[in-house]
């Protein structure tokens, strides 16, 4: 129903940053939640911001609070993650995510993107 892919991923300094974009196929985008997440190797699926779906509120980990910033625009059936002060803890397959209401409240997302790895060198 709703198809995700990510881009923008790829090789960057520690320091610099990286701006990932997430594109949606499917209708009704608007009416979903957008979840960011990151897994690097050994370790868990970490949730690095979400967004709701007018933009009204949003949410980051103190991992990466002050240095992402998570958008969209539902126009462009668009979402956005906007890395700044990457570091080499940052370094992981990054993959965008879309809930509803009804599996969102059971802490669920319904749709995932393929992924894109972002390496960060120091």
């Known amino acids: 129903q709703v198809q995700l892919v990510e881009s923008g991923g790829g090789l960057v300094q520690a320091g610099g940053s990286l701006r990932l974009s997430c594109k949606a196929s499917?209708?009704?985008?608007?009416?979903?939640?957008l979840g960011w997440f990151r897994q690097a190797p050994g370790k868990e699926r970490e949730l690095v911001g979400r967004i709701s779906q007018s933009s009204s509120t949003v949410y980051y980990p103190d991992s990466v609070k002050g240095r992402f910033t998570i958008s969209r625009d539902n126009a462009k059936n668009t979402g956005y993650l906007q890395m700044d002060n990457l570091n080499d803890e940052d370094t992981a397959v990054y993959y965008c995510?879309?809930?509803?209401?009804?599996?969102?409240?059971?802490?669920?997302?319904?749709?995932w993107g393929q992924g894109t790895q972002v390496t960060v060198s120091s």
């Open positions: 995510a879309a809930a509803r209401f009804q599996s969102l409240s059971r802490g669920q997302y319904d749709f």
């Open positions: 499917g209708r009704t985008f608007a009416n979903y939640v």
